[in-house]
């Protein structure tokens, strides 16, 4: 009788389709470089735990090949969806093919891959990176125009992750306003890998730079505000007010770049949404129910700078 039990509920869920409970999903994280990276992993969780969905999570320590090797073992296990965050854009259509031929649906999350074979992934979704450029260009362009009356000086970049997407899109962005402006230029341009203690080592870099003596306008651009808060440590032991000597721009718009701005020692965070999980999660339901999904879904959002940064950190805090 049990046994006829059981098989009769076995059919019924069968019909039913997938329940929240039996969708194992695998992520392979990048790693944990940046409070955008650990708000972007707690939101993933999260949201995970709140559908009762099964989350294989690993961290690749900023790695590709430790990705790789978590994508080729979620495929191992047969999950039902995998999500990755690419690392670089770059050394994905083997893996991803790996995926396909298993057929297990992946869906890229935060971070491009560069392919000309899109059937090797479901969606995308996460930021425009250009946009996120273009929104910290403008922004200085404004700004300048505003304390000055004409659009001039001389920028120090702190550049993300090489070859990562939001690293390539975020300057490509920035630098197609700045080419507007003859006397708007880019003088120095370094990686700092996402991370404080790269950003803190590349500016102290600059500031022994000749370009930095001959700055009459310096400008920082961080292609992260993790960067952007260890090159303002850099420039206070230097003996230099980051908020009066300096204009400084990062992006993600984390409560601590809130705080600094706040503090008045940065001027403009522009906003990179990590709270992807519900999008996330949703699109793995439809997926898994068979539904379509769109290619591409894009987050919303803004800039925040010194007219609204304090008055806004305690919302901000609530989010990372
Ligand atoms: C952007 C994300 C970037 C953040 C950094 O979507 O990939 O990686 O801007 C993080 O803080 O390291």
């Not at 700055?215 to 993790?226: E, L, P, S």
């Not at 230097?238 to 992006?251: F, L, Q, R, S």
């Not at 601590?256 to 008045?264: N, S």
């Amino acid at each position: 009788m049990r046994k006829l039990l059981a098989s009769v509920l076995g059919i019924a869920l069968a019909a039913a389709g997938t329940f929240a409970g039996e969708i194992t999903v695998g992520f392979a994280q990048l790693g944990a470089e940046s409070m955008w990276r650990t708000a972007n992993t707690d939101s993933v969780k999260g949201e995970a735990a709140r559908r009762g969905i099964n989350l294989v999570f690993s961290d690749a320590q900023q790695k590709q090949e430790n990705q790789i090797k978590a994508v080729r073992s979620f495929i191992a296990q047969g999950v039902d969806v995998i999500g990755l965050p690419p690392v670089v854009e770059s050394g994905w259509e083997p893996v991803l093919r790996e995926a396909q031929e298993a057929g297990i649906p992946v869906i890229l999350t935060d971070r491009r891959v560069d392919t000309s074979d899109e059937s090797l992934y479901t969606a995308f979704l996460g930021s425009n990176f250009i946009t996120e450029g273009e929104n910290a260009g403008n922004w200085l362009v404004r700004e300048l125009m505003g304390r000055y009356g004409v659009v001039k000086g001389e920028v120090f970049e702190l550049v993300g992750t090489v070859g990562a997407a939001p690293a390539i899109d975020r300057k490509k962005g920035f630098e197609a306003v700045i080419a507007k402006h003859p006397n708007l230029n880019i003088v120095k341009s370094q990686s700092g890998d996402f991370t404080r203690a790269k950003g803190k080592e590349v500016m102290e870099a600059f500031i022994k730079s000749p370009e930095w003596d001959k700055a009459a306008t310096k400008i920082i651009y961080g292609h992260n505000d993790d960067m952007v808060l260890g090159a303002i440590q850099a420039i206070e032991e230097a003996g230099i007010n980051p908020g009066k000597e300096c204009i400084i721009i990062g992006v993600d718009a984390i409560a601590d770049a809130f705080e600094a701005i706040a503090q008045g020692k940065m001027h403009c965070t522009v906003e990179c949404n990590p709270l992807l999980g519900p999008q996330l999660f949703d699109m793995v339901e439809a997926v898994v129910a068979g539904k379509e999904v769109p290619k591409t879904v894009y987050s919303i959002e803004g800039t925040y700078d010194y007219y609204c940064a304090e008055a806004l950190l305690p919302w901000r805090r609530t989010l990372y």
